[in-house]
């Protein structure tokens, strides 16, 4: 026992956390979180090229002639293709364990106390699994921000102040800015935010309308809470409402989810979906909460099951693995290791780390976005 490493104290212990986390971000198991979008509404799609591309038809459906026996077939135009493609990038996050740690893992896991090594078992399961999810949280931030910020998502380094524009989030390591090639985007005359006077029917109309001309159904919105509070709280919206259950007089107070998505299910043919997930960024051991979805936007979507593809390649290591470290891959796309590193001339930390190359890829195709705060200029 005192030569056994932390690696092989609970191998077995660390494929079944990985395993298990697996299932409850998959959301498979009893007590699982709601499953993300990225598991939701994407298709795991293996790169050779470590690429990942779009494509958009732009056309319409035009009408087939009818025409008489023994006559030629009239010719139409073939829709344009429109490409969009980039590399996929690279997400990495890791735990450490410095000395001090290291002697009270130690001390657990020599321990004859069964409770003792279960704490120690504990202490290492859970960076590996940190680690899984992590990288999780960063595809489902990716969703969150192209669908908010009409295709593009920005992560600016927090070193560089001067990286955060409009649409960017806090990301420590390099700046990234991934645009998926929205086209379908529309503005507003009067900002939601203006209950009174705003008038979201008559901009959601123009958002189906558009929709109709692209050939697509809109089945479901996606809003953040303060979009969906200045909506459920609009004169208009309620006024419609009252009238689409012939109620005469007027609502006070908001209406409720269900009360919006009865009415705009029966009338308009889709329902609300609010997205606000609870994002953590983390910087020299602060941890900050993040807002990934923009306020004010609305991303009207015509399938309910599929956004595009978790387009991913595989890391180095999963064909050169390191020496001295020790590798478990709980998912196709995602590597965890774990070894010892010599963090200066006297001492070493124990590391635990999550990589993978992969992202999810939003299809423009079916998607329309409408900025409910900024007026068209």
Not at 53 to 59: A, K, R, V
Not at 87 to 110: F, G, P, S, Y
Not at 301 to 322: F, H, I, K, Q, R
């Amino acid at each position: 026992m005192a030569d056994m490493n932390f690696y092989e104290f609970a191998k077995d212990e660390i494929k079944a956390a990985l395993l298990v986390n697996t299932e409850y971000i998959n959301g498979r198991a009893a007590d699982a979180i709601d499953p993300y979008l990225h598991l939701q509404r994407f298709t795991p799609v293996y790169s050779d090229s470590a690429e990942w591309e779009t494509f958009s038809t732009l056309g319409t459906r035009v009408l087939a002639d009818i025409i008489s026996l023994d006559s030629p077939h009239p010719i139409k135009k073939r829709a344009s293709i429109a490409q969009t493609k980039g590399k996929i990038e690279k997400i990495a996050t890791k735990r450490t364990m410095n000395e001090t740690e290291q002697m009270k893992l130690r001390e657990w896991m020599m321990s004859s106390n069964d409770r003792l090594k279960q704490r120690a078992i504990t202490m290492i399961t859970d960076d590996a699994m940190a680690c899984q999810s992590g990288i999780h949280e960063t595809w489902e931030a990716m969703v969150y921000q192209a669908l908010s910020n009409e295709g593009v998502a920005i992560f600016a380094p927090l070193t560089d102040p001067a990286n955060v524009t409009a649409g960017a989030k806090d990301n420590v390591g390099l700046g990234v800015r991934i645009d998926f090639g929205f086209e379908n985007t529309l503005n507003i005359t009067i900002p939601w935010s203006d209950r009174t006077n705003s008038t979201p029917i008559d901009d959601i109309t123009r958002v189906l309308d558009l929709a109709r001309q692209k050939g697509i159904r809109i089945v479901e919105a996606n809003t953040n809470r303060a979009t969906f509070n200045n909506l459920v709280a609009n004169t208009q919206v309620k006024s419609q409402y009252a009238s689409s259950i012939g109620f005469a007089g007027t609502i006070t107070g908001s209406l409720t989810l269900d009360q919006l998505n009865t009415f705009f299910l029966s009338q308009y043919g889709f329902v609300w979906a609010i997205r606000e997930h609870n994002f953590i960024a983390e910087r020299d051991g602060v941890q900050t909460a993040v807002d990934m979805w923009n306020d004010g936007a609305i991303a009207f979507v015509s399938s309910n099951s599929n956004w595009g593809d978790l387009c991913w390649t595989e890391c180095v290591e999963m064909y050169e693995p390191a020496s001295g470290y020790n590798y478990e891959r709980p998912e196709d796309p995602i590597l965890i290791g774990l070894y010892r590193e010599k963090l200066n001339s006297t001492s070493w930390m124990k590391i635990t780390e999550g990589q993978s190359i992969a992202m999810p890829v939003l299809n423009p195709m079916g998607i329309i976005t409408l900025d409910t705060l900024n007026p068209a200029v």
